[in-house]
């Protein structure tokens, strides 16, 4: 899979994009309990919503290698939340862990359907003038 979906200054600003949440979840994940963002969706919610983003920017940012990110990403959240398990305050869940790597790959799988659909619509019609 070549990269000719996005220009290449839109790739840079999908990977600092990517790194930014990425950080972001990191913090939230391993940070003080009270600097952590609640809403109406609940502990679920909030992180499914947090790991599909996730999901998305690194799936469209790194989508050469979409295996290697996809396991990449699984990991990362394997080891985040393990690390909760030396957070004060913290709780290190099986849940919170399926939860985070089934919304990482619903990201990723979304990210692989947009550059299929853009690659779609610029390919050039094959047979026509």
């Known amino acids: 899979m070549g990269r000719t979906c996005y220009p290449g200054a839109m790739y840079i ?3 600092i994009i990517a790194w930014i ?4 979840v990191a913090f939230a994940t391993l940070g003080p309990p009270t600097y952590r963002p609640h809403s109406e969706l609940g502990q679920n919610g909030e992180h499914a919503l947090a790991f599909v983003l996730v ?6 940012a ?3 290698n979409r295996w ?3 396991a990449t990403a699984v990991v990362f959240i394997g080891v985040l939340e393990l690390l909760q398990l030396w957070m004060p305050g913290r709780h290190a869940r099986l849940e919170d862990f399926v939860v985070d790597a089934l919304a990482a ?3 990723l799988a979304l990210a692989a359907g947009l550059d ?13 003038s």
Do not use: D, E, H, M
């Open 116 to 128: 299929w659909a853009i690659k779609r619509v610029r390919r050039p019609n094959v047979g026509t």
């Open 62 to 64: 790194y989508g050469r």
């Open 13 to 15: 600003a999908l990977r």
């Open 68 to 70: 290697i990110t996809s």
């Open 55 to 60: 999901g998305l920017a690194f799936g469209l």
């Open 105 to 107: 790959c619903v990201g």
């Open 21 to 24: 949440l990425a950080a972001a």
